[in-house]
């Protein structure tokens, strides 16, 4: 079993930074393919903020280009999220994803729990 858990998210001010955090446990043997970050709104589909693949290459949004960083460290199977200059438009609940290979009819994905990121204005 492979559980992601986030943690880093909660209340920031409008042009303030937080730093997100993501780490896997459970029987991981290799390195993940993709790792990302998702968010979601009240009301709202859950979006794709920022991936990054095995070779370090990365996506963004174009929401949060410039904003956001994502990183990975494969020696602690972590993904991170960078977010800088915060704005109301990024309150969600930030969920980590991971690419292990696993099949899809097993389950796919892995997920993590969510955490809640809040920007006032």
């Known amino acids: 079993q492979v559980r992601l858990v986030e943690s880093g998210g909660g209340l920031a001010q409008a042009g303030g930074s937080l730093r997100l955090s993501c780490v896997a446990s459970?029987?991981?043997?290799?390195?993940?393919?993709?790792m990302a970050w998702y968010r979601q709104a009240p009301g709202e589909q859950r979006d794709l903020v920022a991936e990054?693949?095995?070779?370090?290459?990365?996506v963004y949004a174009d929401s949060v280009k410039g904003r956001f960083t994502i990183s990975r460290d494969d020696s602690k199977y972590a993904v991170y999220l960078q977010m800088n200059n915060l704005k109301p438009e990024d309150t969600a609940v930030y969920y980590c994803?991971?690419?292990?290979?696993?099949?899809?009819?097993?389950?796919?994905?892995?997920w993590g729990q969510g955490t809640q990121v809040t920007v006032s204005s």
């Open positions: 990054i693949a095995k070779d370090g290459s990365t």
């Open positions: 994803n991971a690419d292990g290979g696993r099949p899809l009819a097993y389950g796919g994905d892995y």
């Open positions: 459970g029987d991981i043997y290799y390195p993940f393919n993709g």
